[in-house]
């Protein structure tokens, strides 16, 4: 049995380019970078950057390059593929990239979440912050005191 698979959670280095192919088919190129950090012998923090070339095809393309731009997180999941082309001069060309099957856009940089406006640019405001509902993220648990010998393990 053979396993292609490859999963990377990185951020983009650049925008994504939209493209057709003459069938009407919408492709995005993008390239993702991944960040590992260590120890060295001696104790040292060490940083490394992967670059990742990737390419989506359809509907996810024209999703991706509509709402990704240059420092956004996402995961990427789909399958490694090596294409080869002749260049202008004839010198045979090589590319390894991360075909992707889905990618999931991360969390926002700077944002406030959920996308509903900040208190700042929600104008002036009319009632204190104590009428206001707590967000709707927001779980409140019930006041109980809890018996460790009611839990059965």
């Excluded at 396993?3 to 919408?26: H, K, M, V, Y």
């Excluded at 240059?70 to 990239?97: C, F, H, I, N």
Aim: hydrophobic share 35%.
């Amino acid at each position: 049995m053979y396993f292609n698979r490859a999963i990377i959670i990185g951020n983009l280095t650049r925008d994504p380019e939209l493209r057709s192919l003459p069938s009407g088919i919408q492709v995005a190129t993008l390239s993702v970078a991944t960040n590992r950090v260590w120890k060295d012998k001696n104790g040292a923090k060490q940083e490394s950057v992967d670059y990742h070339n990737v390419v989506v095809f359809g509907r996810q393309a024209e999703t991706t390059a509509q709402y990704l731009r240059k420092g956004a997180s996402l995961l990427v999941e789909g399958r490694m593929q090596t294409r080869s082309w002749d260049d202008a001069s004839g010198q045979k060309k090589y590319r390894t990239e991360v075909v992707a099957d889905r990618i999931q856009f991360g969390p926002r940089a700077g944002g406030t979440g959920g996308g509903t406006p900040s208190a700042k640019s929600a104008g002036p405001k009319s009632a204190p912050q104590a009428d206001l509902a707590p967000p709707a993220d927001t779980i409140e648990y019930p006041e109980e005191n809890i018996n460790i010998d009611d839990i059965p393990f």
